[in-house]
């Protein structure tokens, strides 16, 4: 037997499925209508828009964007910042913090654009399985030029992608080929033998020393990816 709606002012014929490019549920309600969660909530839940505030975006962006810079001054202006996780449309980071912006990320790295260059890290082996971000529904290399298009659109420019651990896969030559065409310059930093154990190895020329330099002229480097194990931190240490 179908259970009832509480009464919550939610339409009787509301359908709940999931939208491709987004990591939590869109509602279609009567009319055919789509509303994001954030406008289904505000509508149908009006006691969570009361909800305290757990994030101050203002504050967030302020205080980073001067320690970012403080911190880039105390390395002599050459510092190299790994961003983790989502830097567009981090709904989860919504979800759990009230207030937060999803794309606040994107807010502090335009803030701090004349000061940056961005690079962008992917694992060859992702490129070649054709992993699938288990959140956007899609793979890492349609992610990576997304995320290119993302920075694109607040004005930011990437520097150039690291394909890591490459090896001579026609699906990796094919995506350098992609990126190349739209004027994005790629390098090539091959697997270490013997990494992260062999540390004298991995510090000679033979190892971080073999990896080609990342040209860059701004005293901030914003390391990203996207996803994990994507040679973000080695890529960093081999400059």
């Given at each position: 037997m179908r259970k009832k709606r509480k009464k919550s002012g939610i339409p009787a014929d509301a359908e709940f499925f999931p939208y491709f490019f987004s990591p939590h549920l869109f509602f279609c309600c009567s009319g055919g209508k789509l509303l994001s969660y954030f406008t289904f909530t505000k509508r149908y839940y009006p006691a969570?828009?009361?909800m305290k505030t757990g994030f101050d975006n203002t504050l967030y962006l302020q205080e980073q964007s001067e320690e970012i810079l403080k911190r880039a001054r105390s390395f002599d202006n050459k510092l190299y910042l790994e961003f983790g996780g989502k830097l567009a449309y981090d709904f989860h980071a919504a979800?759990?913090?009230?207030g937060f912006d999803p794309n606040?990320?994107?807010q502090l790295l335009q803030r701090l654009k004349d000061q940056i260059d961005v690079v962008i890290c992917i694992y060859a082996?992702?490129?070649?399985?054709?992993k699938i971000r288990a959140d956007f529904g899609i793979a890492y290399d349609?992610?990576?030029l997304l995320i290119i298009d993302n920075l694109r659109?607040?004005?930011i420019e990437v520097k150039a992608v690291v394909v890591?651990?490459?090896d001579d896969h026609p699906a990796v030559n094919h995506f350098i080929n992609k990126l190349e065409r739209r004027g994005i310059r790629v390098y090539k930093h091959r697997a270490i033998k013997g990494y992260p154990a062999d540390v004298d190895l991995i510090v000679s020329d033979s190892g971080y020393g073999a990896n080609e330099y990342i040209e860059s002229d701004k005293p901030i480097v914003v390391v990203t990816g996207p996803g994990p194990s994507s040679g973000k931190m080695a890529t960093c240490l081999s400059q």
């Open positions: 969570a828009g009361n979800r759990i913090l009230p606040v990320k994107l082996g992702d490129i070649e399985r054709k349609a992610d990576t659109e607040w004005g890591t651990r490459y």
